[in-house]
């Protein structure tokens, strides 16, 4: 699968880099939650979706937990159908332990995204001929208190070296699935993809990020991101 390939050199690149304060712990969904994630690609990375969403990276209660960008456990599991078998990190804070699908917590961002496609589409399959939804960098930054440091709190130079490997695999990423539309999620995924996409043919725009450290989505996350989506010229479900 040659969505899989690009992110296994991608994970391979990224493993040789290293990370300093703030930076305290860094987990890697792309080893340790592999199945997960080669099973997500499988399933629904070739239904034709027009439109690709851009997440950031992973939270700690979501991918880091289930390999899926926005991977809240319940609608991966129940909704996706994609409960799988997930190992560790090597090294984990001890506050932000990966569980995988055994994992109580939600993430909030996760159970929007997720909980509106469901609610608007039905069934993932009819979500995915639309939609499909990639994280931009696949590294959960930790700091020692075990706070999540999103990659625009990285050291310039550590970010930077960063970015070259995962400007390379989104690039690639889209020219495999030939999307109509790349849509960030959030402020600095649109950025990201306008940087590294801005010379193929593909339509950037973005959405709320829905995030509840942000006030604005916490007033409604799901009809605005609906709206903005409308407002592209792209049809949702009832």
């Known amino acids: ?9 991608l994970s391979a690149e990224l493993e040789e880099l290293s990370f300093s304060s703030p930076v305290a712990y860094v987990y890697n969904p792309l080893v340790y939650a592999r199945e997960p994630i080669r099973k997500y690609l499988g399933r629904y990375a070739s239904l034709g979706a027009e439109n690709v969403f ?11 937990q289930t390999g899926v960008p926005f991977g809240a456990v319940e609608p991966v ?10 190992g560790r990190p090597p090294n984990e804070h001890p506050k932000r332990p990966v569980e995988g ?12 995204v997720w909980g509106w496609a469901q609610e608007t589409f039905g069934s993932p399959e009819s979500f995915f ?5 990639h994280n931009y960098c696949p590294l959960l930054f930790l700091a020692d208190t075990g706070r999540n440091l999103t990659p625009d709190k990285l050291k310039a130079a550590e970010r930077n070296a960063m970015l070259e490997p995962c400007n390379r695999a ?36 973005k ?6 450290a942000s006030p604005v989505a916490n007033r409604g996350w799901a ?6 989506l409308r407002e592209m010229g792209i049809e949702l479900g009832t």
């Open 207 to 212: 959405i709320l990020h829905p995030s509840p």
């Open 129 to 133: 001929k639309i939609f499909f939804i």
């Open 1 to 9: 699968m040659e969505l899989m390939k690009i992110l296994d050199e």
């Open 170 to 205: 989104l690039r690639r990423f889209i020219q495999v699935m030939a999307p109509k539309r790349v849509i960030g999620v959030g402020v600095w995924a649109e950025a990201r993809a306008r940087d590294t996409l801005g010379d193929l043919d593909v339509e950037i725009s």
């Open 77 to 86: 599991r129940d909704w996706l159908g994609l409960e799988s078998e997930v």
């Open 101 to 112: 699908f055994a994992c109580g917590r939600a993430e909030v961002s996760g159970m929007r």
């Open 223 to 228: 009809p605005q991101a609906s709206a903005q």
């Open 54 to 64: 851009i997440g950031m990276n992973p939270g700690p209660w979501g991918m880091a």
